[in-house]
Each structure stands twice: as structure tokens, then as C-alpha cells.
């Protein structure tokens, strides 16, 4: 049994970092240290445990089997320890702390921006690491590497074994180049079969547009496939179509240089939730990030109603209905 009083508890958070950035560098980089002072730190790791921890493999470290082993029981300890110091409370305007949130390019642009945009002021001692969304995401949520997952709910089949909430609602519309004089104000099926498709994705799989529209059994000429950060940039000029969400369309300006339509058939809204591990769940740093993505949520704007069209109009010119999510909505589900 090995003696605590003769351990230095600093290297469970370097084990820690080790074991999620599988690199020292990037470990060095998370806490604030020397890469010196991080291979100084895994030799006595090493030392500790009797054990290389890391090992390399090609371009990369690989982790041995006990390491593995070690991953889940160090950070419940860590995460134990957070939680017993943190009675007092989280104070933004003077704690230190470092955010992780699972993300794509399309939800950061459309809604956290504020949040992003205003942290040097709320919360200046605060780092915020935006991940994008990737296979394992569940898992990096449940074991703590991520402190929130925004995620359509209708592609997180597992939500419910997680606390989580609705954050946002959002919906599919058409978008064409302004100039694109092959489309007019309005679109047939027919045209959305064969006009040149630029199809979403997320990190390598379907988007859930493509999904939908799978689903509905719709045809589309594509060809281009291109991640939703992009369908913007490529549409412009172009002869494409393309779905996009109405909310990024908003947070990219779409007036400037693209054209909205209406779908000539009928998607499914997009419910956007906010899901966090049990672990964090009376964690007052987590809290406080989840209650600041809560007032984001509310201050966004509703959507135009899809009875009323785009026509190439822009939202602020319409009339709004309103779309946010209700209070019961807004409850854990």
C-alpha cells in the first residue's frame, strides 16, 4: 500500500493531464508548466507507480494497461476533492478555472459567441476549451474531460441517462448565393432534387439534415459535402443549395451575400439541449456555467414562423413568433 504522507497529491492532477492529453507538451500546457517540469513529473510518476504510464507508439504515447486502470479512480478522487474545497462557492470575477465543452463549429458560432466574447470581463481567470463533438463523447463526458455536451437532442440517444435540459430550439432552411437567379423567392421539390447540393456534415458522419432528409426519402443532386462552418462560404458565389440552420444563417449575417427559402417540405424542428455528468451536478463552478449558458439561451432571439417564409428578407423585417423554449421545457427532461 503505498503511504500518502510520502505522496505528492500534485501528481494525481499531472496523472490526469497526462492520461487525457496523452502528450506531454499538451499535458505541460494544460497546467501552466514547462515541458521540463512535466517530464520531471512523469519520472516520478513512473517512479511512484512502478510503471512507464506512457509509452510510445508511432507518433503518439500509448497508456499501459495499468494506467488505464488508474484513470476513473484518479479523477473521482479529483473531482471528490473539488467538490469537498468548493463549499464556498465559485467566484468568476476572481477563481481560476478551466471549462471543457463539447461543441461543433455550427454551436459555436450560433450561440456561444456571447459567452465566449465576454469572458475576459466576467470571468478573467477562467479558460474556456471548446472540443468538438466526436464518437466518444459520452464517455468523456461521464468520466469528467468535459464539463457540458450541447448536442441536438435528437441525435444523443443517450440523454436520459444524463442530466440535461433544453437549451435552444432551431430549424432547416434553404440557402442559396444572392445572386443565384436559378432559384426564385420560392422552391419546388422538383428543384431541390436537382439543383447542385452542398450536404452537411459533423465530424465525418451525417448531419442531421442529411439524416432527415434520408428519412423523408428525398433526392438531392450533391456535390459537395463540407462541414457547417463552411456551407456558408462555399455557397456564396456558387450555384449550390444547401440546409442550413436559420440560427447560423442569423449569426453569419446571411443577409450579406445569401438568400433564404423555405423548405418545399416539412423538417422537423432541432431541439438543442445541454447535458452535464452527474458528478458535476452540485459543483459550483459547473453551476455557474450552466446557468450562464441558461441566460444565453433566453436572450436569444425567437425564430421567424416557418408559415411566414424568407423570401429573401431579413429576420429583423419580419414578423416573430415566439420559439424559445418554455419554462417546462427549459426543466430537466
Given amino acids: ?146 464539463d457540458v455536451l450541447i448536442i441536438p437532442r435528437e441525435v444523443f440517444s443517450d440523454h436520459r441517462n444524463f442530466p440535461h435540459e433544453v437549451l435552444y430550439r432551431d430549424r432547416l432552411v434553404c440557402a442559396v448565393d444572392s445572386a443565384n437567379t436559378a432559384v426564385g423567392d420560392t422552391l419546388t421539390v422538383e428543384q431541390f432534387n436537382t439543383a447542385p447540393f452542398l450536404a452537411t456534415n459533423i465530424v465525418g458522419t451525417p448531419s442531421l439534415s442529411e439524416m432527415q432528409l434520408d428519412f423523408l426519402g428525398i433526392g438531392r443532386n450533391t456535390r459537395v459535402i463540407a462541414g457547417f462552418g463552411l456551407a456558408h462560404l462555399l455557397i456564396r458565389r456558387g450555384p449550390f443549395l444547401a440546409l442550413i440552420h436559420e440560427r447560423l444563417a442569423r449569426a453569419l449575417n446571411f443577409d450579406d451575400g445569401l438568400r433564404l427559402l423555405e423548405p418545399p417540405f416539412e423538417l422537423a424542428p432541432i431541439t438543442e439541449i445541454m447535458v452535464w455528468s452527474p458528478r458535476s451536478e452540485r459543483d459550483p463552478a459547473n453551476n455557474w456555467l450552466r446557468e450562464r449558458l441558461r441566460r444565453l439561451a433566453a436572450d436569444m432571439p425567437p425564430l421567424i414562423h416557418p408559415s411566414k417564409g424568407f423570401s429573401g428578407v431579413h429576420p429583423s423585417s419580419r414578423s416573430r413568433s415566439t420559439q424559445s423554449p418554455t419554462s417546462d421545457e427549459a426543466k430537466i427532461v
Fill in 1 to 146: 500500500m503505498v503511504d500518502l504522507n510520502n505522496v505528492d497529491l500534485n501528481l494525481l492532477v499531472a496523472f490526469d493531464a497526462l492520461m487525457t492529453e496523452r502528450s506531454v507538451t499538451r499535458a505541460a500546457d494544460r497546467l501552466h508548466i514547462g515541458q521540463s517540469a512535466m517530464s520531471s513529473t512523469l519520472g516520478r510518476l513512473r517512479k511512484l507507480l512502478d510503471d512507464p504510464i506512457l509509452v510510445r507508439e508511432g507518433r503518439g504515447m500509448m497508456s499501459t494497461p495499468l494506467a488505464d486502470t488508474l484513470v476513473g479512480p484518479v479523477r473521482d478522487a479529483l473531482s471528490g476533492i473539488e467538490a469537498a474545497l468548493s463549499h464556498h462557492g465559485f467566484h468568476p470575477e476572481s477563481d481560476h478555472r478551466t471549462f471543457s465543452i463539447i461543441a461543433t463549429d455550427r454551436t459555436t458560432l450560433t450561440f456561444l459567441g456571447p459567452l465566449i466574447n465576454g469572458i475576459d470581463t466576467e470571468a478573467p481567470h477562467v479558460q474556456l476549451e471548446i472540443m468538438p463533438p466526436t464518437e466518444d463523447y459520452a464517455a468523456r463526458l461521464h468520466s469528467g474531460q468535459a
